[in-house]
């Protein structure tokens, strides 16, 4: 009888590491998508903020996280495909999402202030 893995804190776990790879790669994985989201982090809020200034009515809600998303998700498919990250999508996908929602209410924000 076969075991389904547990479910434990971000990530599935099982006795041979995340999603059965390893130690290794999931540290190389970590390690990278740690400094990936630092930097990223940096260059979507000065984008954000460039985007929404020349923006108006409703595509300076939209396009500004829009872009965000498709641009951090491309580089973190991109880098970790480079470096032999297994699970990809289960690797990026709580960081793409967290830096989305991050983008929409930043931009909400900076679009509101500039209206008043």
């Given at each position: 009888m076969s075991r389904a893995p547990a479910l434990s804190g971000c990530?599935?776990?099982?006795?041979?590491?995340?999603?059965g790879h390893g130690a290794g790669p999931a540290a190389l994985a970590g390690l990278a998508q740690g400094v990936m989201s630092g930097l990223l982090t940096l260059g979507l809020k000065r984008g954000l903020e460039a985007m929404a200034e020349r923006l108006s009515g409703p595509v300076a809600y939209v396009l500004p996280p829009l872009t965000g998303l498709v641009l951090i998700g491309a580089t973190l498919s991109a880098v970790h495909r480079l470096i032999g990250t297994p699970e990809i999508a289960a690797t990026i996908a709580f960081p793409l999402t967290l830096s989305t929602t991050y983008a929409a209410v930043?931009?909400?924000l900076i679009v509101r202030k500039r209206a008043r």
């Open positions: 990530g599935r776990r099982d006795r041979a590491g995340l999603y930043y931009t909400a």
